[in-house]
């Protein structure tokens, strides 16, 4: 086993190859989406649903009273104009299709999310599971019997009855119902990485040994689906804080409302309630109101659609603001598949010799590293020459950084971190050690960017194999990315400096630590929180779970053990540790969007003022200040409260496919935000109002 | 011994009672309206009087109900200011 790095990988097709356009999970089927968010609109207009919207709710009370002076437009005191019974009666029609589009805009949103559940529920299905009793008989029962703790045997054609570890036997497992990677992985006991198995795939051939790990209900796949429903959806601390300043924007209007009608009586032009309560709806940011949620939902669907399933909004909402990110080199910067490429003798020993040692040092060794190593000597014709079951495997254990076996006759064969392997030499054979050739032959391997592993028989040093890797395609140019967007680049590894240095300039990080224990991981996480910053960092191995869980965002891999899965806030279906990248992306994207909408919302305010105020006042003197020229009082307040109503679903497709995201500074985001949803925002009311006081005028609804 | 009426009423009336607080401490919101509804009592008479009778009667139960629903609006503003998570 390789000393170089703690979490190895066993090589999957997705590991291996460049970088593939990103899978999905199946296409969810939308038919009748759109029928069913009509009807929901309509089943959220109860108020009990309605109060968890403070700016929709007040225009909810705004519509009843509007709707209340349609039937008696005196019923608060004399009010002025004409044909007050349909233009009140128009008012009501827009503020209750105000409250209508608001719920279709969650509606569509949850209606997505639904139809995504409904998707990985049909990958779930009633099996039948072998439970292997504690008398080691097999009886079959309902998957939906089993429970945590309990053991079944799965063989060749069998759908996986439930999340669980793998504890005995060898098998290739087809996980496209989840990750829509069609290709197989492998999955053994022991591993890190591979004896990890999610409920509802299937085993395509030889058998495996299952301990169930999660209840029914609570498996990877239920939680999927619970979070793309928004069964179980909070607020999050950004929705939080969003709701609270609309909130006090509301109250701020709500408070200038009510003082307007002294004020209006005094100066003898007296405004009637159903005015005000336009000028109301008007003010308050009805846009960002009623579509906040949709952003949110929007959000978590699209985490979902990349086969990542992350525990909660919160933790998909502090990617977007993730300063650091800590990645492992094997597996993550690299391909992951370090193979034996070259065997360099040192001390006299010829390759042959040196074949034939690290063949007994690696006979033990379930690594593909190990396997690679196996294949190599036997291909310079090494053979076992002693009784593996009278043997002793000796395991690679991050202590000591190096593994082997212990011969039938005494003698001790090792292979690890060249540091190790010195100190193991000394500590046999003091007197003789030299170890140029050695530091000789490790510097070469490192300046090439490779894992150097020495290899010892007792005393005697035999040399270094060089287990090659290589930097994933593209890596450097998203790394670039994640510079522009403000992101450090942290890359952890157990190799040595000169390996991690060579990788590192090759790959583009930030920084870079070598060495590094997993102790160290969590110290790294530790040291850049204590700068303020927030953390990210992906993981698969039970020795990461520490690190995963002191970080921001932890991003464990499927593939993991059930303690990384346990104390990361996300996991990663397709096990690529690179999808930390798109998760940061997502975060920042579902952030931007709810700014520039907050920004466009806002901004519209000012050409409403425009439109309603001079409307309103034109006694009082104001009527200079109707710029648009719009036609009449009433028709300007329709004009805006229909621009009001008609831009909810107008920004729906926005909402939901959320801003494009840019990498650019944070600077030059809000340079562009700014101009886009802070000036355009203002301008374009102005052309729509005047355009629908055209239209209003000309139908002569006032 | 059978009770008489005259001492099965008391009975009643404290059982409706007791009844009545259960059933408004599970629901409390016809409770508040109730309570809105009879504080408009105090508050029309009030806006009457300082519209100095430019207004009717209707007119000024109606406002009473309208400033009630303003302030209570204003009012579950600050709660969602000061208690975001409840909502």
Known sequence: MTPANSSTRTPSPSNQSPRQPRQRTAKVNTSGLYNRAIRDAFAKLNPRLMVKNPVMFVVWVGTIITAIVTIDPNLFGPSPGHNLRLYNGLLALILFLTLLFANFAEAVAEGRGKAQADALRATKSDTSARKVLPDGTIQEVSSTALRRGDQVKVIAGDIIPGDGEVIGGIASVDESAITGESAPVLKQPGTDIASSVTGGTRILSDELMIRITADPGKGFIDRMIALVEGAERSKTPNEIALTILLSALTLIFLVVIAAIPPIANYSKSPVSIANLISLLVALIPTTIGGLLSAIGIAGMDRVAQFNVIATSGRAVEACGDINTLILDKTGTITLGNRLAEEFLPVNGHSAEEMAHVSLAASVFDETPEGKSIVRLAEKLGATVDFDPNKAEGVEFSAKTRMSGTNLPDGQEVRKGAVSAIKGFVRSRNSANSDLSELDVAYERVSRLGGTPLAVCRDGELYGVIYLKDIVKPGIKERFDQMRRMGIRTVMLTGDNRITAEVIAAEAGVDDFIAEATPEDKIDVVRAEQAQGKLVAMTGDGTNDAPALAQANVGVAMNSGTQAAKEAANMVDLDSDPTKLIDIVTIGKQLLITRGALTTFSIANDISKYFAIIPAMFSAAGLGTLNIMGLASSQSAILSALIYNALIIPALIPLALKGVEFRPLTADQLLQRNVLIYGVGGVIAPFIAIKLIDMVVAGIGLA | ?87
């Open chain 2, 1 to 87: 011994m059978k009770l008489k009426l005259i001492d099965e009423i008391p009975v009643q009336v404290v059982e409706s009672a007791v009844f009545l607080r259960d059933e408004l401490r599970k629901r409390p919101l016809p409770l508040r309206l109730f309570l809105a509804l009879c504080f408009n009592l105090i508050l029309a008479p009030t806006v009457l009087a300082a519209t100095d009778g430019a207004i009717s009667r209707v007119n000024a139960y109606a406002l009473g109900i309208l400033a009630l629903v303003t302030v209570a609006l204003a009012i579950y503003l600050f709660a969602v200011m000061l208690q975001p998570e409840r909502f």
